[in-house]
């Protein structure tokens, strides 16, 4: 080393250590994305927390946040063994069509499903960081956009009964109606 000191850091002991331990967990993130999608459900379902603005926003961001960070790279996971130029392009692709779906969320577009939006972001970051679990939990997220959108929809439908089954004919429920597939 040629007679040079290197100094190491002192070990980090106690409460810092482990929640710097848990921020790279991804099964946190996971389980903190679950438990925001659980908030939803419960917003969409009851009318009194579905009415409750702060509620509503610490869900959204406790079900959105962890799924950002969960493929970023210093979350400690396994990670695709593909060049990262590669999974940038697909992750990209993916996040575009991600905002095809989303973009429209301003007005209603019949041929528009959005909760496929909420599915295909995670899925496009996981891909550009190779995340291996964040691509793995993807059927998850669709499982509980699923679920979310027949909540959300058994409560509009009570609010708003047949106006709302007018608009359900013509905005998809999770897949987009692509005008070749339409029916006439």
């Given at each position: 080393?040629?007679?040079?000191?290197?100094?190491?850091?002192?070990?980090?002991?106690?409460?810092?250590?482990?929640?710097?331990?848990?921020?790279?967990?991804?099964?946190?993130?996971?389980?903190?994305?679950?438990?925001?999608?659980?908030?939803?459900?419960?917003?969409?379902?009851?009318?009194?927390?579905?009415?409750?603005?702060?509620?509503?926003?610490?869900?959204?961001?406790?079900?959105?946040?962890?799924?950002?960070?969960?493929?970023?790279?210093?979350?400690?996971?396994?990670?695709?063994?593909?060049?990262?130029?590669?999974?940038?392009?697909?992750?990209?692709?993916?996040?575009?069509?991600?905002?095809?779906?989303?973009?429209?969320?301003?007005?209603?577009?019949?041929?528009?499903?959005?909760?496929?939006?909420?599915?295909?972001?995670?899925?496009?970051?996981?891909?550009?960081?190779?995340?291996?679990?964040?691509?793995?939990?993807?059927?998850?997220?669709?499982?509980?956009?699923?679920?979310?959108?027949?909540l959300e929809e058994e409560s509009l439908l009570r609010e708003y009964g047949d106006a709302y089954r007018a608009l359900q004919e013509r905005v998809p429920r999770l897949l987009p109606r692509l005008p070749a597939l339409r029916r006439r």
């Open positions: 080393m040629g007679g040079r000191l290197v100094r190491r850091a002192r070990p980090v002991r106690g409460a810092p250590r482990v929640v710097a331990r848990a921020l790279v967990d991804p099964w946190l993130w996971a389980f903190l994305a679950a438990v925001g999608w659980g908030a939803c459900c419960g917003i969409v379902g009851t009318t009194t927390l579905g009415r409750r603005l702060p509620f509503g926003l610490a869900a959204f961001v406790l079900a959105e946040a962890p799924r950002v960070v969960l493929p970023l790279p210093f979350v400690v996971q396994p990670r695709l063994g593909v060049a990262p130029p590669a999974l940038w392009v697909v992750g990209g692709i993916v996040l575009g069509a991600a905002l095809v779906f989303g973009l429209p969320v301003r007005r209603i577009v019949p041929l528009t499903a959005l909760m496929v939006c909420d599915v295909l972001w995670p899925l496009g970051l996981s891909l550009m960081f190779g995340s291996v679990l964040g691509i793995a939990l993807t059927p998850v997220w669709l499982l509980l956009a699923w679920t979310l959108t027949h």
